[in-house]
């Protein structure tokens, strides 16, 4: 440890993002406004998440990093490394062991569990802001459950694509009274935000708003009676470890286009291949 | 001023309320779970629960509102010294503290407002008891059923009528805190007849 207070943020911060976040949770979905601090790395990179995981984290808690599902990518280890030397905590990047994992953009392929608190960076809070600019009104639909203009939108995508087109960021009805963005995670990972035995909170630094979703609570996608709601993957097995059931990132792999599909998820990708689980694409 | 004044903090103020939290959250986010809570000795009537939750959530920005059974010389004085929370009366306060009694009416309190539900007051409840029976809930955070020895039942259901807005309650007895928040539906122990 140096000679930064516990956690790199002062006490005073901690403790009023330590009542955004109970009040989150009281408010299941509401997104609570709160005085988002500078923090040492820009505005994008996850700031949101960062103060929140340092209201929330112990000495004793292990720490987990995933950036759109990856442990390896620059935004994870910076975080992760900056816990590490802000914090004193222990890291790993493995799913099960963590009792902390801040992400950006994919939920864990591995169940979660109940000792377990899943933090989100979130980019853009309210789900309403590209069909309405002013915040002033989006409050105000929120407060009045005005959620007709998210359907016009996902009808609209019907009416052009045949389909519900929107892939990620795909908003949830949570206990069904506020809709949420559940940041830009595919949609792939919704059915997972609900019934969820860990803690979900999510923090928004530029924007300003803490939410959450607390266990084994409903989170349902907005859809229609004749365009339900479907989650849906690139139609392959991933190329290293052959899963059929997990998120697949398209790499390109040479100049002449040929491709692979591998799992977002690195930390379920390499479990599976050191179980001896072995994709088409494997060396 | 009494020496009791200035002692009874956390000796580790930021790991102290990180721990504090991580429990206050857990019981916040689990409704009817019962979590342990310590680190914090303040004055006589408080709890040390009620004294760790309040040095983990207040500051000078969180006007506080002291019920009359814990209102006297020694609590204001801790609570000044430790965090500097103005006192105010119940229909201003971010957080409340006293026994269930001496708490109500509830309908004194800020149920925040349609378009800013998190302006609300939290109540930290001392009770003689915390036990995993009594009256039973369910809703966000609880995966069946739980059940919680709450004071009484009918308050709790008309202020999730409420919701979105509404009150928060912490309940503290000894070294041990549970939550209810505004979401949960709480209903009356089996057998048990509803006096009204």
Known sequence: MNDYNFAYLDEQTKRMIRRAILKGLAIPGYQVPFASREMPMPYGWGTGGVQVSAAVLTPEDTFKVIDQGADDTTNAVSIRTFFQRTAGVATTTATRDATVIQTRHRIPEEPLTEGQILVYQVPIPEPLRFLEPRESETRKMHSLEEYGLMHVKLYEDISRHGHIATSYAYPVKVEGRYVMDPSPIPKFDNPKLGEMAAIQLFGAGREQRIYALPPYSQAVSLDFEDHPFEASKADHPCGMCGAVDSYLDELIVDDAGRRMFVCSDTDYCEARQAAGHKGKDAA | ?196
């Open chain 2, 1 to 196: 001023m009494q020496a009791n004044t200035l002692s009874g903090g956390f000796a580790d103020p930021a790991i102290g309320s990180a721990h504090a939290f991580r429990s206050v959250m857990e019981a916040m986010a689990r409704p009817g779970t019962i979590q342990n809570i310590d680190g914090a000795t303040p004055p006589a009537p408080l709890s040390p629960a009620t004294g760790a939750v309040l040095l983990t959530l207040c500051d000078t920005e969180t006007p506080v509102y002291l019920a009359s059974d814990v209102n006297c010389a020694a609590v204001k004085a801790w609570l000044s010294f430790h965090t500097g929370a103005p006192l105010v009366g119940p229909s201003h306060c971010m957080f409340a503290v006293g026994t269930w009694d001496a708490l109500a009416p509830l309908s004194t309190y800020p149920i925040g407002t349609s378009e800013y539900p998190d302006r609300s007051a939290t109540l930290i409840v001392e009770c003689p008891e915390l036990a995993a029976s009594g009256a039973t809930m369910t809703g966000p955070g609880i995966k069946e059923q739980a059940a919680l020895s709450l004071p009484e039942v009918e308050a709790f259901r008309s202020n999730r009528m409420l919701f979105p807005l509404g009150l928060d309650f912490i309940f503290t007895s000894g070294d041990r805190i549970a939550a209810l928040p505004r979401t949960t539906h709480v209903s009356a122990p089996m057998g048990a007849t509803k006096v009204s």
